[in-house]
């Protein structure tokens, strides 16, 4: 099968790293990148030794891929996944599947037209700490869900140093919010009804980026449900992660937390040689490379378990083992990430609205 990507930005380069390792087991071709911004080409062409192009149309009628991978920022992945889905592509999509609820029903009207896989990178499913959680909810292992909490609070390095072009036109609740409105919604097996949100500008505001510190939202499920989800960007530069992150779960017999920041290696370290050591939390979880024994690079864990099951979802489409069907709830489809998105536009309809509740089948 051939793939390509498009977007080799800061996590787009996660997505040639796991294709162009899956590629070397033989079963797909990596064809290319094509990112509008050259440089960034001429860096990933450097590192990976792989063909870019700066233009969609090129990337699409010289090398005919059968399945993509969209890390283009978050409010323009639609016009290229509509485009490849109009193509008979299958296509990954970073999370958020777009910035508007009208997007994404273009984008599931279009995979629905061509019959392809449009999959959503909501690669917080492939935690194995999750997969736990998910298992035991499923098992009945805490009884039925009452209510919940979540936290997922970025350094203000993402927002300001990682995204300076496109910040302003996300948030904490698009950038990182949506991973656990996706987790939370898997887990209670239902679409949420209705949300309320407050929300701070304070600190980037004073830097130049015109968007939300921090959102604090709750999500309502029926019967009473309802999840409270903490999202920021903004800590400071001294936070020894990158990221704080985890989720409680209680329910009717039994209760689970997934601290997903400390995770068993925390410690004062340097970073150089030459540098003082600083607290350090790394989530391997995530991702880790390290060299093999034949001296290639090896990447693992769950941001490269998510585009492997992708591959393996596309793969089995275009070699006839399984239809779109089969595939049915076992992966974060287009609907799910309609769904995630209804939650996030609510989410920021009620914080334009002093935390009004907002109630999402009206979106
Ligand atoms: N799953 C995760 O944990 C995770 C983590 C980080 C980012 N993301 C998502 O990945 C996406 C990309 O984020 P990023 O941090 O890599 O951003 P980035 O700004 O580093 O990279 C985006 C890249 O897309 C390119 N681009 C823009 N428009 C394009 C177009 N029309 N065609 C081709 N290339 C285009 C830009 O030149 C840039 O290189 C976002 O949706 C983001 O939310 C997901």
């Given at each position: 099968m051939k793939v390509?990507?498009?977007?080799?930005?800061?996590?787009?380069?996660?997505?040639?790293?796991?294709?162009?390792?899956?590629a070397l087991r033989g079963d797909i071709d990596f064809v290319?990148?094509?990112?509008t911004n050259p440089e960034v080409c001429k860096t990933r062409r450097d590192i990976y030794g792989i063909e870019t192009y700066n233009d969609?149309?090129?990337?699409?009628?010289?090398?005919?891929?059968?399945?993509v991978t969209v890390a283009t920022p978050d409010h323009l992945h639609q016009e290229v996944v509509v485009e490849c889905l109009g193509k008979g592509i299958h296509v990954l999509v970073e999370k958020p599947m777009d910035t508007t609820v009208k997007g994404c029903q273009e984008m599931v009207a279009a995979a629905n037209?061509?019959?392809?896989?449009?999959?959503?990178?909501?690669?917080?499913?492939?935690d194995l700490?999750?997969?736990?959680?998910?298992?035991?909810?499923?098992?009945?292992?805490l009884g039925r869900i009452a209510?919940?909490?979540?936290?997922?609070?970025?350094?203000?390095?993402?927002?300001?140093?990682?995204?300076p072009a496109w910040a302003s036109h996300s948030s904490p609740a698009w950038f990182v919010g949506v991973h656990y409105f996706d987790l939370i919604r898997w887990l209670v097996g239902h679409n949420a009804i209705a949300v309320s949100a407050t929300g701070v500008k304070d600190k980037l505001l004073s830097i130049g980026i015109d968007t939300y510190d921090s959102i604090q939202s709750k999500i309502v499920f029926p019967n009473g449900v309802s999840f409270v989800v903490d999202t920021a960007w903004h800590l400071p530069d001294g936070n020894e992660a990158i990221?704080?992150?985890?989720?409680?779960?209680?329910?009717?017999?039994?209760?689970?937390?997934?601290?997903?920041?400390d995770r068993g290696t925390r410690g004062c370290v340097r970073q150089g040689p030459s540098s003082e050591a600083r607290m350090n939390t790394p989530n391997l979880g995530f991702f880790k490379e390290v060299e093999n024994p034949a001296g290639l690079n090896h990447y693992s864990g769950y941001a490269v378990d998510s585009?492997?099951?992708?591959?393996?979802?596309?793969?089995?489409?275009?070699?006839?083992?399984?239809?779109?069907?089969?595939?049915?709830?076992?992966?974060?489809?287009?609907?799910?990430?309609?769904?995630?998105?209804?939650?996030?536009?609510?989410?920021?309809?009620?914080?334009?609205?002093?935390?009004?509740?907002?109630?999402?089948?009206?979106?």
């Open positions: 390509a990507t498009i977007g080799g930005g800061t996590f787009g380069e996660m997505h040639i790293r796991a294709l162009t390792q899956r290319g990148l094509v990112d969609i149309n090129a990337l699409l009628n010289t090398t005919k891929p059968q399945a037209a061509s019959e392809c896989l449009l999959q959503v990178d909501f690669m917080k499913r492939n700490y999750h997969l736990h959680l998910k298992q035991t909810v499923d098992t009945d292992g209510y919940g909490y979540a936290w997922m609070e970025d350094k203000i390095e993402v927002p300001r140093d990682w995204l990221v704080n992150q985890g989720i409680k779960v209680v329910g009717s017999d039994g209760w689970l937390t997934v601290d997903s920041q585009i492997e099951g992708f591959v393996d979802n596309a793969l089995g489409l275009v070699q006839g083992s399984h239809q779109l069907s089969d595939l049915d709830g076992n992966y974060p489809s287009g609907i799910d990430g309609l769904e995630v998105t209804k939650i996030a536009v609510g989410v920021h309809e009620s914080v334009e609205s002093e935390g009004a509740l907002i109630m999402l089948d009206e979106l």
